[in-house]
């Protein structure tokens, strides 16, 4: 008897996997997951809380739809019938809690150098306004202050997670880990997309012109 779950179809799975592949390939494009670094996550259930998330410790370039992992809540691996038991992103904790907090159905994580450049530059959070990209992230082009949060950077998924519901702000579709990289969300893949391509670029404008 397994203990594997059974409500969770693989092929959704590895559906997911395949997005998942598709969207990292593009930002190791960018330039965005060198070496391995970055991570991307689809909600593939809700209830239970269950993330498709890219497995760990792999080019990012390279993925293929079979190179992914199902957690839960708390990043931990939940083991899917005809799924292979890949190790989760080191990060799919800090992805579980932003879904579960913001509601987004996809996550993402990149280690845009100009990310941690704004975040070392400015640690209490980068404020924004008067641009029309910030359109881009829900906000209004002008006479909208808007701060992308700064938090510090940790191993423990829990204590990132927990600075992470701290600095939360519902208007605000990312987050800054201080020398680390962007975490950004929507409300599926192409959107969380085009949220971290806007709030990169929001973020090199800044650094530009301060
Ligand atoms: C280049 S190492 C980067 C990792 O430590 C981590 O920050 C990262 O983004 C990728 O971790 P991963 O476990 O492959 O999802
Ligand atoms: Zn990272």
Sequence with gaps: MSSA???????????????????????????????????????VS???LRLAVTASGLDKGELLPTDVAVVGPRGEAVAVEGVLPLRPSAEAGLHARVAA??????????????????????????????VETLKGIGRLAHDDEVTIPVIRNSQDMDELGD????????????????????????????????????????????????
Aim: aromatic share 8%.
């Design 5 to 43: 779950e059974t409500t969770l179809a693989a092929d959704r799975v590895h559906a997911a996997g395949a997005r998942l592949a598709v969207e990292a390939a593009r930002f190791t494009g960018i330039g965005w997951m060198r070496g391995t670094s970055g991570n991307i996550s689809e909600v």
């Design 46 to 48: 809700r209830d239970p």
């Design 163 to 210: 600075w992470f519901e701290a600095a939360y702000d519902p208007r605000t579709p990312a987050v800054i880990v201080a020398d680390h990289g962007l975490y950004a969300w929507g409300t599926d893949l192409k959107h969380a997309r085009h949220v971290t391509e806007c709030v990169e670029w929001l973020l090199a404008y800044k650094l530009a012109t301060a």
């Design 101 to 130: 907090l913001t509601d987004a159905d996809a996550v993402v994580h990149v280690h845009a150098l100009n990310a941690v450049v704004a975040g070392h530059r400015w640690p209490g959070g980068v404020l924004l306004r008067d």
